[in-house]
């Protein structure tokens, strides 16, 4: 059975840095994309970016390229999502989730099927 | 352009049919996907590939895409699809970065 395990909810201070994680079991963690989606409180659903476990290669939106940094270690079966410095702007929900690809008369089309429980990041003086 | 709009809010009676439509200039040429979010929840899949339905999703939901538009239609409607719903797409990008909708809050009483 495909779970995404994420880790708990975080409360920081602005300025303060910050790497959740999500934890894949029950497929073969190199061989899709995992990606990650804000929800900020009473929001919709933002596109983050995401990763290939298998050489790393990884995608941002514009919205949070140099915002955030996305990586994953194989070894360990584990996507993380990470800031530097949070902002107060930064308090939402984080979902991870994996992305199998559909082929379409563009090329392919990468979508989100399994879902992480989500990780609740308060950032707060 | 990217973007993909649904309309804010759509309310039904309980066994009446509920439609949401998602608008983008990139559907004719790319999939839309629909994803179903109860209150406190994580996203769920409802709709994949415009109109497939995943293993374990009632009947009720279905999909269609024609031209720029996308439809995700539940055939009488029960209370516990009250929720938000989310189209999704991909960009024009070439780096298949995901698009969502801003959401469609589905009230049934």
């Known amino acids: 059975e495909v779970q995404l395990v994420q880790s708990g909810a975080e409360v920081k201070k602005p300025g303060e840095s910050l790497k959740i994680s999500c934890k894949a079991f029950g497929y073969n963690f190199t061989t899709y994309w995992i990606g990650w989606v804000r929800q900020m409180p009473g929001k919709g659903l933002e596109w983050m970016g995401m990763?290939?476990?298998?050489?790393?290669?990884?995608r941002y939106s514009p919205s949070f390229q140099g915002q955030v940094t996305i990586s994953a270690d194989k070894s360990i079966n584990s996507a993380s999502l990470q800031w530097s410095s949070l902002k107060a702007s930064d308090t939402a929900i984080y979902y991870c989730?994996?992305?199998?690809?559909?082929?379409?008369?563009?090329?392919?089309?990468?979508?989100?099927?399994?879902w992480g429980q989500g990780t609740l990041v308060t950032v707060s003086s | 352009s990217s973007e993909l709009t649904q309309p804010p809010s759509v309310s039904v009676s309980p066994g009446q049919t509920a439609r949401i439509t998602c608008s983008g200039d990139g559907l004719p040429k790319k999939f839309a996907f629909w994803y179903q979010q109860k209150s406190g929840q994580a996203p769920v899949l409802v709709i994949y590939e415009d109109y497939k339905r995943p293993s374990g999703i009632p009947e009720r939901f279905s999909g269609s895409s024609s031209g720029t538009v996308a439809t995700l239609t539940i055939s009488g409607a029960r209370v516990e699809d009250e929720a938000d719903y989310y189209c999704y797409s991909t960009d024009n990008s070439g780096d298949n970065r995901g698009v969502f909708g801003g959401g469609t809050k589905l009230t049934v009483l």
């Open positions: 990763i290939y476990p298998g050489d790393s290669d990884t």
């Open positions: 989730a994996r992305l199998p690809f559909v082929v379409v008369v563009a090329g392919t089309q990468y979508y989100f099927d399994y």
